[in-house]
C-alpha cells in the first residue's frame, strides 16, 4: 500500500466546515466510546450535496434501540444527520437516566401520627370543656330526667299487659321512741283473693335502767271464702313472752297471762261471713262515713287506672316540668352556684325559679288529663267539681316572683339530684323532692321535710325497677326523741299464691270469750281496777263479748 495515497486519503476525510460527522452505532449508543477499535466514519457530505435534508428537533435514543444497535454489531445511518451530530456530544445528547422514586422523609409518619394525636386530644378537651358548663349539665340533666320519667312510666304501661296474679312482699321496720326500740321483718305473698305473711318482732328497752330484750311474732292468712269477704286466718307467737307489756295498762301479771293465752301459739280464724257483719257494724257506728261494697267495682280503685293516669300525664311533664325550652319550662335557671361534692358524687349547684305562665299552662294541661282519665271516674269526680282555670290560675298568682330554691344536679349521672323549696315563712324549714338514682335501671322519687330549728328530717321514697318491675319504699327519719326507718319491697308474680287453711283453728268470738272469761277469774286485782274495764265495758264477761261484738 502506497503511504503517500492513505495520507492523502485521511487528509480527504478530515471533516470540513459544513460537513456532518456519521459516527457508528457504538458511538451513537454510547456518545464517544473510548474502547472501541473497529468504529468508522462514513462520509456523508455527497450526499448531503445531492440533496438538502432538514434538520428535525433531536430526540433521546430510547434503551431498547440502543440494546439492538449494540447486539447487531453493525454501524446503521441515522435517520437524522443533525440529531446524530448532536448525540455526539455526550453533555447535550446523552438520554438521561430513568431515576427511582423518592422515599418519604422517615420523620414524616411520626409527626403524622402526634398532629393527629394533638388534634384529637384538643377536641376533647374542647368537648369536655362544654359539657361541664353549668349551662350544658342544666340543659343535659332536664332532658335526661325526662328521659328516666318516660322509661318508668313505659314500664308501668308494661305491667298492665302482664298477667301478674300476686306479689311477694319482703321488708323490715325499726321504731325507736324513748328508751324503746321496737324493730322487726316481714314477708309473705299476696294475690288477688288470697295472701299470707308473718312477722317477726323484736322488743328493747332500758326504761328506768332496766334492760330488757323480748321477741314474738305474727302469722297471717287471707283465703278466699266464696263470699265476698275472705276468712281471716292469724296466729301470735310467743305472748306470754311480752305480757308483761301490759302491766303498763293496769293490768297484773295473772291477767295478762289469762289475756293472752287464747291467742298465743293458737290460729284463730275470723269468717267472711263475721268480717263482713264488723264492717257493716262499724259503718253503722260510724255514721255512714264510709262503706264497703265488694261488688261496687266502679268506686274502687286499681293499679291499671292509676298508671294510665300517670303514663297520661307523661307528656305533659316532660313539656314543662321537665323542660329545658324556656319557653315552655316551669322550672328556670337564676345563677350558678358552685359545685359540691356528695359522697363520691359531684353536684352542681343552682338557684332557680317558677315561670307562672308556664306554670299555668301545665296545670290546666294535668287537670284535663286526670277530668278525662278512668281514674277520676273511680273516684267519683267530674271536671264541674274539680277547681276552675281561673281559680287555679289566681292561686298561682300569690307565688312571689322573686322566690328562688335550690336544684342540684349530679354531674356524673346527668341528672337532677334534688329540688329543696324554702319555706317564705320559715327560713328554717325546707321540701325537697329528688331522684338519688344509684341504680341504672331503678328509677327512685324521693320527698322530704327538714325543720332545723325542731330538728325535724323525715324522707320518704318510692322507686321503681324497670327491669324486674318491683317496687321499694321506704321511710326514714325523726326528731331528736324518737325516730323510724321501714324498707318494703314488692315484687309482682304470675303466679297466684296456694294458701290452705290451717287446721284446728279457734273460733275468733271463741277466743276473745276465753280471754275475758280468764281475766275475770283472775284474783289477784278485781277487773275493775283495770285500764280496760276504765273505758265503761261491762265487768260481765258476756256484756262485755256483747259490747265488742
Do not use: C
Not at 369536655?128 to 358548663?133: D, E, G, N, P, V
Not at 261494697?293 to 307528656?315: C, P, R, Y
Not at 316540668?321 to 356528695?342: R, Y
Request: charged share 20%; no cysteine; proline share 5%.
Amino acid at each position: 500500500m502506497d503511504p503517500d495515497k492513505n495520507v492523502d486519503e485521511r487528509q480527504t476525510n478530515v471533516p470540513q466546515a459544513g460537513d456532518v460527522i456519521s459516527p457508528s452505532s457504538e458511538q451513537v449508543t454510547s456518545g464517544i466510546s473510548e474502547s472501541s477499535n473497529d468504529s468508522s466514519v462514513t462520509d456523508t457530505s455527497d450526499a448531503m450535496h445531492e440533496q438538502p435534508i432538514a434538520e428535525p428537533e433531536p430526540a433521546p435514543l430510547s434503551e431498547s434501540n440502543s440494546a439492538q444497535s449494540s447486539d447487531a454489531g453493525s454501524t446503521q445511518p441515522s435517520e437524522s444527520p443533525a440529531a446524530v451530530a448532536t448525540s455526539s456530544i455526550p453533555s447535550a445528547s446523552a438520554p438521561a437516566s430513568k431515576e427511582s422514586p423518592k422515599k418519604p422523609h422517615r420523620l414524616l409518619v411520626p409527626i403524622l401520627a402526634l398532629s393527629g394525636l394533638l388534634v384529637l386530644v384538643g377536641a376533647f378537651l374542647v368537648y369536655r370543656q362544654y359539657t361541664s358548663s353549668p349551662n350544658y349539665v342544666w340543659s343535659h340533666a332536664f332532658t335526661n330526667t325526662a328521659k328516666g320519667y318516660d322509661k318508668a312510666t313505659a314500664s308501668l304501661k308494661d305491667m298492665t299487659t302482664k298477667d301478674y296474679e300476686s306479689a311477694s312482699v319482703s321488708g323490715d321496720f325499726s321504731v325507736k321512741t324513748g328508751g324503746a326500740i321496737i324493730s322487726g321483718t316481714m314477708s309473705g305473698d299476696v294475690g288477688k283473693k288470697s295472701g299470707e305473711g308473718s312477722i317477726d318482732l323484736t322488743y328493747e328497752s332500758s326504761l328506768g335502767g332496766n334492760e330488757m330484750k323480748l321477741k314474738a311474732g305474727l302469722d297471717a292468712k287471707v283465703i278466699d271464702s266464696g263470699g265476698d269477704y275472705p276468712d281471716v286466718y292469724f296466729r301470735a307467737r310467743d305472748l306470754d313472752k311480752i305480757s308483761g307489756l301490759l302491766q303498763g295498762f293496769g293490768i297484773n301479771d295473772a291477767q295478762a297471762s289469762q289475756l293472752v293465752a287464747p291467742f298465743d301459739n293458737q290460729w284463730v280464724v275470723l269468717t267472711g261471713d263475721e268480717l263482713k257483719q264488723y264492717v257493716d257494724q262499724s259503718a253503722a257506728a260510724v255514721g255512714s262515713m264510709w262503706t264497703i261494697d265488694a261488688e261496687d267495682t266502679e268506686s274502687q280503685l286499681d293499679a291499671k287506672s292509676l298508671i294510665t293516669f300517670v303514663n297520661s300525664l307523661s307528656e305533659s311533664v316532660d313539656g314543662y316540668l321537665l323542660s329545658s325550652n324556656p319557653d315552655k319550662a316551669v322550672v328556670q335557671q337564676k345563677e350558678f352556684v358552685g359545685k359540691e361534692k356528695s359522697g363520691d358524687n359531684l353536684l352542681y349547684h343552682y338557684k332557680a325559679s317558677i315561670n307562672k305562665t308556664n306554670l299555668k299552662a301545665f296545670t290546666q294541661a294535668a287537670r284535663k288529663t286526670f277530668a278525662d282519665s278512668d281514674l277520676a271516674k273511680q273516684m267519683g269526680v267530674t271536671a264541674d267539681q274539680l277547681p276552675t282555670i281561673d281559680e287555679i290560675n289566681k292561686e298561682l298568682d300569690t307565688i312571689d316572683d322573686s322566690y328562688t330554691f335550690d336544684v342540684w344536679i349530679d354531674k356524673g349521672k346527668g341528672l337532677i339530684n334534688k329540688m329543696s323549696f324554702t319555706d317564705p315563712s320559715d327560713k328554717s324549714a325546707r321540701f325537697e323532692v329528688g331522684l338519688p338514682v344509684v341504680d341504672g335501671d331503678e328509677i327512685p322519687l324521693s320527698f322530704g321535710y327538714i325543720d332545723t330549728s325542731k330538728n325535724i328530717n323525715v324522707k320518704a321514697t318510692v322507686a321503681l325497677n324497670t327491669k324486674s318491675q318491683s317496687f321499694k319504699v321506704s321511710l326514714q327519719g325523726g326528731d331528736s326523741e324518737s325516730s323510724v326507718n321501714v324498707s318494703i319491697k314488692i315484687t309482682p308474680e304470675t303466679k297466684q299464691p296456694k294458701i290452705t287453711a290451717p287446721e284446728g283453728a279457734k273460733g275468733f268470738e271463741s277466743a276473745v270469750q276465753e280471754a275475758i272469761t280468764g281475766m275475770s277469774n283472775a284474783a289477784a286485782v278485781s277487773p275493775t281496777d283495770s285500764l280496760l274495764f276504765d273505758y265503761g265495758l261491762s265487768q260481765d264477761p258476756d256484756g262485755l263479748q256483747a259490747s265488742l261484738f
